[in-house]
């Protein structure tokens, strides 16, 4: 069915299924109804008047605010989205349409969802959109939709980033640099070249495609893993091999990437049995989702050195709190999530978010890779 939120009478409720528990929202919207639309950004602060095409912050709000307001709409923006009194909460029971990033989440709970009765759309400004509980969302009949493909490259960058940083040890020799230090021993006994390893990613979608694109000239052994096997085409472009057992991957890899969607199927997925297959001291670069990891089987891991070193964005929850134990761990390289929110991909997700806006104004279908939830169904990266 083709989803129409707005334009003339939109559909009516379409049948509640005992299966699958799906019962639409009726709309009853027209071409000049005025939409509460709310953005919950990160806070740029001091940083937000440094460049003019940073977006994706509260003070500049994806830079469609004239533009919504100018149709009537209402737009409201916050980061404070935590809690029974946070702003975003205030909101929850008449807004149409919310707006979150995968870098500072709105995390939509069953009960929130349950509280909005005017809720319609939820959108993500980027990729990502695990920080909703999507069967909730199907279950109540709303619309989840993604910016698909908006930051990409800039995560598959970032993880090519890591391994070198891992691979080359690099963090303990930029802090005895900062700390007035010289001893090029404490850096040089665990610094490998790259060439010649064996490079597993553990997904091979948009991102890990890219990553192994990325990967060929240092002549890497490199493998994925994956529901889909590549073509045969797109296997020699990137020069990786399929392997379908990820027991029979892991252990073959120096560096393991993982680059899997989070999902009830692999929430947890690297516990501490996982990470026993993997090759004493190998190197994990986790861009995809924090909870994907056994928090503390991590920990446990790179303390006793099977986990050479561990690197990535993600963490849970979002924000981290100070106390989280990987700040704290040895052989880390991890940073706050900023894989995907560079200045270009800030444009392309702020684009694609106001591109799907006016769709929905207008009635109109969205481009189909960006749904992560439609008419009750989910994704198949999802189920």
Request: glycine content about 10%; aromatic content about 8%; overall charge neutral.
């Amino acid at each position: 069915m083709a989803m129409r939120r707005a334009g003339a009478a939109i559909r009516a409720c379409v049948s509640s299924s005992s299966s699958s528990g799906y019962v639409a929202r009726q709309f009853h919207a027209s071409s000049g109804d005025s939409k509460k639309i709310v953005g919950v950004f990160y806070k740029a602060n001091e940083y937000a008047s440094k460049n003019p095409n940073f977006l994706g912050c509260v003070e500049n709000a994806l830079g469609i605010r004239s533009w919504l307001e100018s149709q009537g709409h209402h737009y409201i923006v916050t980061d404070d989205k935590e809690g029974p009194d946070c702003e975003l909460e205030k909101h929850i029971p008449d807004l149409h349409v919310l707006i979150s990033t995968p870098f500072h989440p709105a995390y939509v709970t069953a009960e929130r969802i349950k509280k909005a009765k005017n809720l319609q759309l939820l959108l993500t400004a980027g990729i990502g959109s695990d920080h909703i509980d999507l069967q909730a969302a199907a279950a109540a009949g709303l619309t989840v939709a993604e910016v698909t493909g908006s930051n990409v490259v800039s995560v598959a960058e970032d993880e090519l980033m890591r391994i070198l940083i891992l691979m080359r040890n690099f963090v303990p020799g930029y802090n005895q640099v900062v700390n007035g230090e010289w001893n090029v021993a404490g850096i040089a006994y665990r610094a490998y070249d790259l060439e010649g390893k064996t490079v597993g990613t553990v997904g091979a979608g948009r991102i890990g495609k890219l990553l192994l694109q990325r990967l060929k000239p240092f002549g890497c052994n490199l493998l994925y893993h994956d529901r889909l096997q590549m073509g045969p085409e797109m296997e020699n472009e990137t020069g990786a091999k399929y392997v379908e057992s990820l027991n029979e991957m892991l252990p073959k890899c120096d560096v393991v990437v993982v680059n899997t969607p989070l999902t009830e199927k692999t929430r947890g997925m690297f516990n501490r049995e996982m990470i026993g297959k993997m090759k004493k001291g190998v190197l994990i670069v986790n861009n995809a989702r924090g909870a994907i990891m056994d928090r503390q089987a991590v920990v446990e891991a790179v303390e006793s050195g099977h986990i050479g070193g561990y690197s990535g964005d993600v963490w849970d929850p979002q924000p981290a709190p100070k106390d989280h134990p990987w700040r704290y761990m040895p052989n880390q390289a991890m940073t706050p999530h900023i894989s995907g929110t560079t200045i270009d991909a800030q444009l392309r997700y702020a684009a694609g978010t106001k591109d799907m806006l006016e769709k929905y104004f207008k009635g109109e279908d969205f481009p189909a890779q960006n749904y992560i939830v439609k008419d009750g169904e989910l994704a198949p990266q999802y189920r």
